[in-house]
């Protein structure tokens, strides 16, 4: 508006322009009253502009006072560096980026409840999360799918409840069908597998090896006879050090011919080569010995299938070849474990099954309070410490040391001693020396302990049966006649007592060793267990320990790959076993010493058969033998052959060194004579029979030991020398020997990469044991339990193989590194709890999404093929091998009659109650018919020690008659046993009562029993 103060320019709307027009009416309305109404402004428009003056002002007013009653429930709100003015209490203001939070959360419970929604009926959860269900759920695989998935949904419904969404709004039923069900759970198993499974084929395509190593092994569980088949690859970790992969290809049933499984291993390799690059070859075979699937039986036959290359090694399992040995000389040397046989295995079986069967009893804790009392008694006992000392004194005062040493709780060590305690069976690794070590440690204890089950329990309970063996075993002993008497009134040993001059035993130092013991004080198989303990102890079990450890140059997860290393062992346990029985030096080593003194309570008899000191010389001198023999044929001719002898260029750099330089002197033709210079360096050989430890050897005495069975001519000939040969070759012109496992010290950064590769690719996978294997036919033997079929074995264990197994070993190390000392690493066993879990969790998830990226690379249909491998039954070789079965079945039906004496002959059986058997007690010198018993027993062709008894013949025709019956109830309880059947008073020897008549001596003297029962009863 215009006025004569000036012109200026006002938002009309605002209160500003409100204010001044009212100001400026007024001005006009007084000056137009002062000049007479002039200058255009009536008296009538100023009353008009008054007006609307005062109507402005009220509603300014109005409106101050409603803005001051609005104010009074506002305040100012602060959020960082912004204030906001007049902000109601009843409201709140919140930054854009926390509004978008609260977005997002509502939108996740928006998804609850949609996974959750009523009437749904089958899950939605997305293909990754099921795929990481089903791997986890594998922790459980010992329970039911049914336990498995109750678990998860109640986990769902935890979660749920907790959250504060009620049954309204998410029901249990709409819980329950929102997780997945067993056949979810199940079905996305075979998913599993087949990501890890092209995985694994990935990894090893990406690597670049050129080989891959196989281990396979047998195993019946649940009547399904597996074929367990694992890949071993050389790969280098996340931190680029060398390691071995493995990749579990199935453990579909086979037949047992080395035909049938050679077909079986050819088609499991099948679909798992085409998705390997075609370059790739198996090179190496592990397995077994023994058998129709013995390793050497169907390592020909593989290479004819085209499955393995050619040029290709095998060996077999160094487990089963250090366990041989052992075996033979023991069985050689004492005898064999069984009912009735009077040898130290039997008493420990008989000590170990004691044991175990209280443990049925009531468990741990009640086994804990009988060892409590029986130890507070024995303490404290002088009758039981008297006749502990009268039975076997040395083993006594071995006891009683114990008990006075303030560092020893006999009660804490004996019960933690029976715990997991294994049944003695020399096929089982390991299970006899340990259970000889538990006989020897606690002799006392379990003598006593027996001694009190048989006062406990009736003559009828298996428990008092088992313990009278044990007290009559462990006090068995050769009786002194009267020229072997204690030493004479002089103190000289006997004139027949060996002595150190005829090679024998020192009798003097077992005197000073001993020196309470009078001949005839020692338990005869106390005795021999002190011996095989010593032996384990000292030898054998430092040695087969250390071919289970894993190769310290290739992690953790080599375990069973020890082939870069074994063969420079088998030079170090030739040259020990060498030193023992050299001079018989083994008798003057500390380990022996519990033996050797117990020699002195042995009596001297004249005679190997009586049992007395020269049967103990001879055992052992055959014990000795026998492990020899059995060593050279299983061990040495084995890693000391043409075939396997080069694994040793990954051995120790000298060893390596000299073994190439052999090799180019046969190749110049400088062998002729035989008469090559092998160097007489002295080396180290670390870390090989156990930690911490060396060994020294001469070069030239290795070499010569480990050449001796090689044809250096062959060796340069095979493509695993003949391809790196001009590398092996470079390597002689170093100036230091060269290490080919160690870069950093050769002088180009490449310059032995060919052989470096063909030690990490070949030598280090080709696995030189079958503990892998070995434990995951023990898983499967849980996964039976819960009657999982045969598939889904399969799948569960590739899911072990490369998903759980390896969490479990780089857990362990990750734990072990925040550990300083060895002997705290060492108390690591897995990690537990939230720990766990995490890393579990992590570890899953990763894997997965690798698997899932392997499979988009591959492509859907390559998917679908290894799927279908897997979760098809009829792709499996049981369906191939039982189609044959019935084809076989058919073409019989077919076939002419061909009846033969075998479909017609038998006797008709007569039950013992009417007069079809006989009972032992019937036979009775008074009654005169121990001749029909031995009759009997000649005609059953039973044996004595591995002798068959003969009518006239020693030693049958003068057996007491007791001991003929204890050999027909031994017979009639195999015989049952091979027949299945099984009497009322059950299946132990010792309850057989009564024979059925096999002979016609025992047929024909039925008559004169039936009379003789019917008169006692009349």
Known sequence: MGSRRGKMTVNINSPMYRTLLGNCVREERDDCVREGRDEGVSIEEASEMERAENEEDASNQSADNERKEYTKNCRDVTIGKDTVHNVPYSLDVVQKNYLSSLRKKAKMIDNLMELFKEGRGKTVFQSRYLRFLSAVSLQNSGGSDNGTVTLIAATALVLIRSIGITESEISTESIANGCPGESTIAEYEYHVAAHLVMMQCRRINLSGVKYLTMTTDGGQRKGCEHMVKVFHFGVTDKDGNPTIGHLALDVDTCGKSSAEIAAAIKKSVAPIKSLLRPDIKINGLTGDSGGGGAVQHIHPKLIELGVMDKNSKYLRCIMHALSKPFENACKSAFGEQGLGKCTVFQLAYSAITLFRKLNEQGGLELVDKYSSKLLEVLNNSEGWEAEGTEMFPQAMNAYKAKIDDDDHDTIKEFTKDLRNLQLPVMTRWKTVPKALEFLVDNWVPTYFMSVVIIQKE????ALYQIACDIVSLMTLRPAPVEAASNADANGSAPSSAPSSEDGNIDTAAAAAAAPTLQKGDTP???????????????????????????????????????????????FLMREELDEMMGDNKWKEMPEFRHYIASLAGLPSLGDVKKGGLEFMNKATDTFFREYNTSFIKHIENVWTSTMILPYIIG?????????????????????????????????????QKSYGESHECRIDACMICLTKNADPGVILEDSFIAEIKDSLFESLESEEVVNFLDRSRWQQADEYDPVRKRICEVVAPHASQQQRIECLVQEINAMARTNVKEARRTVRVVIFVTLNHPYNR?????????????????????????????????????????AEKAVEEAGEQKYKDIFDHYRKSDNKTSAVEREKKVQGFEAATEKPRNITKNQRRGDIFIPIAVGGGIALSYFAKKRKNESVVREEIAFREIKLDNVQLRLNEPPLETMELDKMKVLLQQDEAARLARNDMVREEGTSWMKINSVDPLSQAMKDEVTNYLAFRNANKN
């Not at 009736?458 to 309970?461: E, F, L, N, P």
């Not at 375990?559 to 074994?566: I, K, V, W």
């Open 458 to 461: 009736g003559s009828k309970s």
């Open 524 to 570: 005869i198989l106390l005795s021999q267990a002190f011996f095989l303990v010593a032996f384990s102890k000292y030898y054998f079990t430092p040695w087969f320990d250390s071919g289970m450890q894993p190769d310290p140059q290739f992690g953790s997860d080599s375990h069973g790959h020890n082939s870069r290393l074994f063969v420079q062992q088998t």
């Open 651 to 687: 051995g120790h750099p000298e060893l390596a060194h000299e073994f190439i330089r052999w090799l180019r002197a046969s190749d110049d033709g400088d062998l002729a004579a035989d008469n090559f210079a092998w160097s007489t360096k002295e080396i180290e050989i670390e870390n």
């Open 810 to 850: 780089e857990s362990v190390d990750k734990k072990r590194e925040e550990r300083s000392t060895m002997k705290e690493k060492l108390k690591v066993k897995r990690v537990n709890g939230t720990e766990r879990i995490t890393g579990y969790f992590n570890h899953v998830e990763g894997v997965l999404a690798e």
